[in-house]
């Protein structure tokens, strides 16, 4: 099967390697990084190079490289699932993301998730994708207006990682409408 990369005009979006595993660590660790996100800093380079073994190799999920330096600053992709009871049955999936505070403001999340989007409706042929964020996580939520999702319903859950219960908001992109802003008819 051929690596997909996928290109935005500052990132290449590609596969993990395990090479990436201290870039990783060096913004996994910080703690506006992942708790906002459900999940918990991670203590160690090993602790990265494990979640590029499991979480991060799955299929869609991509190493943000900025071009400019070829550092990874992030990660972006689709993370298997969606709002679990809504839509049961449905083929659809969620995008996440988490990005290296010092790229906060710049405009590359949403530039990276444009790219996955594009990826997830054309190439994989899906027809509605998710996006979530955590009661307080107002920058995620402001990444998923800025790339056309649109606010559907919210929920508490308990999130398992950071062992505690939250408020979730949960929005979703149609193909049909994703077709329709990049066209520039919306």
């Excluded at 390697?17 to 506006?32: M, T, W």
């Excluded at 991060?56 to 972006?76: D, Q, Y």
């Excluded at 010092?102 to 530039?111: A, I, K, R, T």
Aim: hydrophobic share 40%; net charge negative; glycine share 10%.
């Amino acid at each position: 099967m051929a690596e997909i990369v996928l290109e935005t005009p500052r990132l290449w979006l590609r596969p993990f390697r395990d090479s990436d595993a201290a870039e990783v660590y060096a913004y996994a660790r910080d703690p506006r990084v992942g708790p906002i996100a459900g999940w918990q800093p991670h203590k160690s380079q090993e602790e990265s190079r494990e979640i590029i073994h499991t979480v991060f190799s799955a299929p869609g999920v991509f190493a943000m490289e900025l071009k400019e330096t070829g550092a990874v600053i992030g990660s972006v992709g689709f993370v298997g699932n969606h709002p679990a009871g809504v839509f049961p049955d449905c083929p659809d999936d969620e995008v996440g993301y988490a990005l290296s505070p010092v790229y906060w403001g710049m405009g590359l999340m949403p530039e990276a998730v444009n790219a996955v989007l594009e990826y997830g409706f054309i190439q994989i042929g899906m027809k509605r994708i998710w996006c979530g964020h955590y009661a307080g996580n107002w920058r995620s939520r402001r990444v998923m207006e800025k790339c056309g999702f649109h606010y559907q319903f919210s929920k508490t859950e308990f999130v398992q990682l950071m062992e505690e219960t939250r408020q979730s908001y949960f929005y979703v992109l149609t193909e049909e409408t994703w077709r329709e802003r990049i066209s520039g008819t919306l």
